[in-house]
């Protein structure tokens, strides 16, 4: 018997760059988040839940890292044994697919880690950092930790690696 998905195949959304950063600052303000608060709560509060997996049950869940039922029922799966920084930018990863690809649940889609290097991908990246670590809050923390990595990362509470993207990307030395 073959039974079809409720899913919708995820696309990207092809917005610039600068825009899908602008939707994840609206989304940072909506939720009332600042640089660093746990992301967890922000999940609950938009109807989405958070399971922790043992590896056995992480390789199980390969297409579906995040389920999107519908406007407020969501489900972002993790690897119980990631670290905190690591969790940190997955969910805000995993946010960046439910506000830019399943449109905040009006159309209800599974994204799975393919590891592919996809323009899908780029975008759930690119609201990530911008959601974790806002450009004006970051340039002004780049200029008070005088640009070291270790410093901002310990700040926005993100992994070394981000931090020095984020610096690429807005163009800080």
Known sequence: MNVSSPYQMPTP????????ETIAARVAQSSKYEPGQ?????????????????????????NDTISVEGPHDFKIRLMGTDGPLRHRFTIAHELGHYFLHSKQGKKPIQVGRDGSNTRLEWEA???????????PAFREAAKLWKNDPLGLAG????????????????GIQ
């Open 38 to 62: 746990p992301l967890v709560p922000i999940v609950k509060r938009i109807g989405g839940t958070i399971e922790f997996l043992p590896w056995e049950g992480w390789l199980k869940h390969e």
């Open 13 to 20: 959304c092809n917005l610039r760059k600068v825009d899908v």
């Open 125 to 135: 990246n690119w609201f990530a950092a911008a959601f974790l670590m806002p450009e």
């Open 155 to 170: 700040k926005f509470l993100v992994s070394v690696e981000a931090v020095k993207v984020r610096m690429g990307t807005l």
